[in-house]
T-cell receptor
Framework: DIQMTQSPSSLSASVGDRVTITCRASQGISNYVAWYQQKPGEVPKLLIYAASTLQSGVPSRFSGSGSGTDFTLTISNLQPEDFATYYC????????FGGGTQVEIK | EVHLVESGGGLVQPGGSLRLSCAASGFTFDDYAMHWVRQAPGKGLEWVSGIDWRSGDIDYADSVKGRFTISRDNAKNSLYLHMNSLSADDTALYYCVKDMGVWGTSAGHFDHWGQGTLVIVTS
């Protein structure tokens, strides 16, 4: 199995900040990475797939990058509605989610 | 609009069995692979199983292999998960999830999620 190590597990940020979340795959996975957002009491929402392709309807302040083993989700100009938990997921092999990053209000 | 509605969760004793169902609407069900993803209370996401459009390509997480069986009935627009030999580790909210892949094969990323059905394994 290809595992994903996500960091940090939590972070505090202010509205307007730029936030970066990283995921490292246990082996090379090209660009087979997706990112999801989950707010408390809600279902996960797909933000990005193929490492950098923005899902339809997702604000452009969300961006993804990376290839091989290292991947990044960046939220520029953090908005109040962005406080949530974010998960990376690889799909080069059987899908595997990272442990999640909780973005909290500073 | 895509709708995925899970049912069948509940309380079950260790060693017991349960069958989850997912009723799909709002899209051409047999054009897409489908999956089950679970989330234990207060924990992260865990992919459980996936099935392609014609049930020819099926896969399971190691944690459920040999105990769970995924199936689908395209005529009924329904997805199922048969769960046997349940343990406390299987306690979770189980989501029915639509794959984004075209032509019925699995792309491996998920664009629509049901609200989930809760399975609690306890004596």
């Amino acid at each position: 199995d290809i595992q994903m190590t996500q960091s940090p597990s939590s972070l505090s940020a202010s509205v307007g900040d730029r936030v970066t979340i990283t995921c490292r795959a246990s082996q090379g996975i090209s660009n087979y990475v997706a990112w999801y957002q989950q707010k408390p009491g809600e279902v996960p929402k797909l933000l990005i797939y193929a490492a950098s392709t923005l899902q339809s309807g997702v604000p452009s302040r969300f961006s993804g990058s990376g290839s091989g083993t290292d991947f990044t989700l960046t939220i520029s100009n953090l908005q109040p509605e962005d406080f949530a938990t974010y998960y990376c997921q690889q799909y080069k092999s059987a899908p595997f989610f990272g442990g999640g990053t909780q973005v909290e209000i500073k | 609009e895509v709708h995925l509605v899970e049912s069948g969760g509940g309380l079950v004793q260790p060693g017991g069995s349960l069958r989850l169902s997912c009723a799909a609407s709002g899209f051409t069900f047999d054009d897409y692979a489908m999956h089950w993803v679970r989330q234990a209370p207060g924990k992260g996401l865990e992919w459980v199983s996936g099935i392609d459009w014609r049930s020819g390509d099926i896969d399971y997480a190691d944690s459920v292999k040999g105990r769970f069986t995924i199936s689908r009935d395209n005529a009924k627009n329904s997805l199922y998960l048969h769960m046997n030999s349940l343990s406390a580790d299987d306690t979770a909210l189980y989501y029915c999830v639509k794959d984004m892949g075209v032509w019925g094969t699995s792309a491996g990323h998920f664009d629509h999620w049901g609200q989930g059905t809760l399975v609690i394994v306890t004596s």
